[in-house]
Every structure is written in structure tokens, then in C-alpha cells.
């Protein structure tokens, strides 16, 4: 079983930046890829970004693309994803998901985390 906690979410304006943390615990031998997805009120999980254990593969969805950036940190066992020039339409619920396939479909990841709240105010 792999454990996925994330934290950085919170209240920000416009323009502003965020980093959201992600930390895998337990068998993390297991996973393949980390990714981040949203959910805002009333619409599907989107997928943001995708990066492979080896970093070799690194996706974004084009919304994102130039604004928001994923890395990792394997010795921490943590993906973070770097968020800037923050838009209201940004404001979602930020999930952190691992699995053994990468990939910008939900169902290429069987881990995921409790999500964390990103509003931003315009």
C-alpha cells in the first residue's frame, strides 16, 4: 500500500504563487509515476501534470503548461508541483496520485491522496 499526503494548499490572490508538497510513504517500489490533478465544484478530475520515477517523462495539460511545474525529490519520496501567476480559475481541490503507470488518465493511478484546497482570489 502506498500512503500520499499532500499540504500547501490555502488562499491566495491572483498573480500569486503556490508550491504544493506531496510525500509517498509505504511501498513506494511500486510506483511508477506521480501526477497532480484538480476538481473544481461541479466538474470531472483533470489531470495537470504527470512526471515518471526516473524523470525521464514529464507531461503537463496545456492549460497549465508554463505556469505550473512538477519535480520530485526521490531521496524524500516527494513530488511537488510549482504553481505560478495563479488565476481564479485555478481554485479547485489538488490531488496528488501515484501508480504504476503514468499517464493523464485518473485511471492509470491507483494511489491517491486526501486532495488539497487552492482558491484563488481575483
Known amino acids: 500500500q502506498v500512503q500520499l499526503v499532500e499540504s500547501g494548499g490555502g488562499l491566495v490572490q491572483a498573480g500569486d504563487s503556490l508550491r504544493l508538497s506531496c510525500a509517498a510513504n509505504?511501498?513506494?517500489?511500486?510506483?511508477?509515476?506521480m501526477g497532480w490533478f484538480r476538481q473544481a465544484p461541479g466538474k470531472e478530475r483533470e489531470f495537470l501534470a504527470g512526471?515518471?520515477?526516473?524523470?525521464?517523462?514529464?507531461t503537463y495539460e496545456d492549460s497549465v503548461k508554463g505556469r505550473f511545474t512538477i519535480s520530485e525529490d526521490n531521496v524524500k519520496n516527494t513530488v511537488y508541483l510549482q504553481m505560478n501567476s495563479l488565476k481564479s480559475e485555478d481554485t479547485a481541490v489538488y490531488y496528488c496520485?501515484?501508480?504504476?503507470?503514468?499517464?493523464?488518465?485518473?485511471?492509470?493511478?491507483?494511489?491517491w491522496g486526501q486532495g488539497t484546497q487552492v482558491t484563488v482570489s481575483s
Open positions: 496520485a501515484a501508480g504504476r503507470y503514468g499517464g493523464s488518465s485518473p485511471q492509470a493511478y491507483g494511489y
Open positions: 509505504g511501498r513506494t517500489a511500486r510506483v511508477y509515476a
Open positions: 512526471v515518471s520515477r526516473d524523470a525521464r517523462s514529464v
